[in-house]
């Protein structure tokens, strides 16, 4: 009777407990929070019917549960064979990055139920489609030079397959390119002899160029040379002319004034007598001072 009467007790009490467990299991799931980068899908009994964004918010315990959806940049990374325009065997490692239109996450996840369905059927399909149609269209040497215009062709391709998803494509990566080891010995080869003959034609244009400077040094010199035999005849020219000048000035001076001739004769006595005259002269001294007289 006294076990029964125990039982009874500690039934009661644990019954008492039960409302005030649900209480706080019921506070504890009347709230979620939406971390950024990410929006909350809000689904009743499994449908979806909302979506909220970033922050504290609030829900009916047992009723309602939440799906985070990310909708910040995800990045797909793909490995694939294929092949290029001459039929080269070529495995290739894309990626692409690419986003949730935020307004979008909703109706992304009432088609897809979320983002790992849409990526499995939907995204990765069109992506090694993309990718497999646009290598064939490019030989071997023109992938490995020229990566940027089959990164634009996969881009093209894929906007075109992704049109009226509710998602962006960023951007893609071409991250590595193997080719057959005895294609790469060979662009090897052709690349090194490219290089040489490129550095050849360098050196004939420095050689070039060297010879043109030489021109153009013995052709200025050249000048320089004619410019001073130029100055050396006109100064000849000038001083002749001046001289002449001076020349044609004296002998008008000499001409208009006789007694200039006695005063030069005068200027270069050297005072000494002649022993000798010739005929009635008379010295020319005395004439000068007669004159003067």
């Known amino acids: 009777m006294n076990i029964s009467i125990k039982n009874y007790l500690n039934l009661a009490n644990i019954s008492k407990g039960i409302p005030l467990i ?157 080719l057959p080891k005895k294609y790469i010995n060979s662009i090897e080869i052709k690349q090194t002899e490219k290089n040489l003959a490129a550095a050849e034609e360098h050196k004939l244009e420095r050689q070039r160029l060297e010879a043109l400077r030489a021109v153009n040094t013995a052709d200025a010199k050249a000048k320089g040379i004619l410019k001073v035999a130029e100055a050396e005849a006109q100064s000849i020219l000038l001083k002749g002319k001046a001289e002449a000048q001076a020349i044609e000035a004296k002998a008008k001076a000499l001409k208009n004034n006789p007694l200039i001739v006695k005063l030069t004769e005068a200027q270069a006595w050297d005072g000494k007598l002649p022993s000798t005259m010739m005929g009635q002269g008379a010295m020319p001294i005395m004439d000068i001072r007669s004159a003067q007289k």
């Open 22 to 178: 649900v209480l706080v299991v019921g506070l504890l799931n009347s709230y979620y929070i939406v971390v950024e980068g990410h929006v909350g899908v809000v689904k009743r009994f499994g449908e979806a019917m909302d979506q909220e964004n970033p922050g504290l918010h609030f829900k009916i315990p047992f009723i309602e549960t939440v799906e985070m959806i990310e909708v910040r940049t995800r990045k797909n990374a793909e490995k694939m064979a294929s092949s290029t325009k001459e039929q080269m065997p070529v495995t290739i490692e894309v990626s692409v990055n690419w986003t949730v239109n935020k307004e979008a996450a909703l109706e992304l996840f009432k088609r897809y139920g979320g983002l790992t369905q849409f990526e499995q059927r939907i995204l990765d399909p069109r992506f090694r489609s993309a990718t497999k149609d646009t290598i064939p269209q490019f030989e071997a040497e023109q992938l490995i030079q020229d990566r940027a215009s089959a990164i634009q062709g996969i881009e093209h391709r894929l906007a075109q397959e992704m049109e009226g998803f509710p998602v962006v494509v960023d951007n893609i990566q071409i991250e590595n390119i193997v």
